[in-house]
């Protein structure tokens, strides 16, 4: 069982910036995928942004150049800028791992309110 911590959300105005970390449980050699997800109520999770060991990167039409995805190791971040109130989601950090299994974290709320 690999266990996924993750932090950074919280209220911002639009405009703004946040950024989100991810550490995972597990030895960083294990992972294969790591990403961020977003939620919001009656919809599907969606995917944000995802990075994988080789650094290449996949990410929503939406994104359009505002955010980042980083991973050193067994971490994951995502430095979103120009955050707009469509933005507001729960966020969820997901990792693959080598053999296929999948885990993800706790989500944290991201609010673009002003």
């Known amino acids: 069982q690999v266990h996924l911590v993750e932090s950074g959300g919280g209220l911002v105005q639009p405009g703004g910036s946040l950024r989100l970390s991810c550490t995972a449980s597990?030895?960083?050699?294990?992972?294969?995928?790591m990403a961020w997800y977003r939620q919001t109520p009656g919809k599907r999770r969606e995917v944000v942004e995802r990075?994988?060991?080789?650094?290449r990167t996949e990410y929503g039409d939406f994104v359009k150049d505002r955010f980042t995805i980083a991973r050193d190791n067994a971490e994951v971040s995502l430095q979103m800028n120009s955050l707009k109130p469509e933005d507001t989601a729960v966020y969820y950090c997901?990792?693959?791992?080598?053999?296929?299994?999948?885990?993800w974290g706790q989500g944290t709320q991201v609010t673009v309110s002003s």
């Open positions: 990075i994988d060991r080789g650094g």
């Open positions: 597990t030895k960083s050699f294990e992972i294969s995928v």
């Open positions: 997901y990792a693959m791992l080598t053999d296929y299994s999948n885990f």
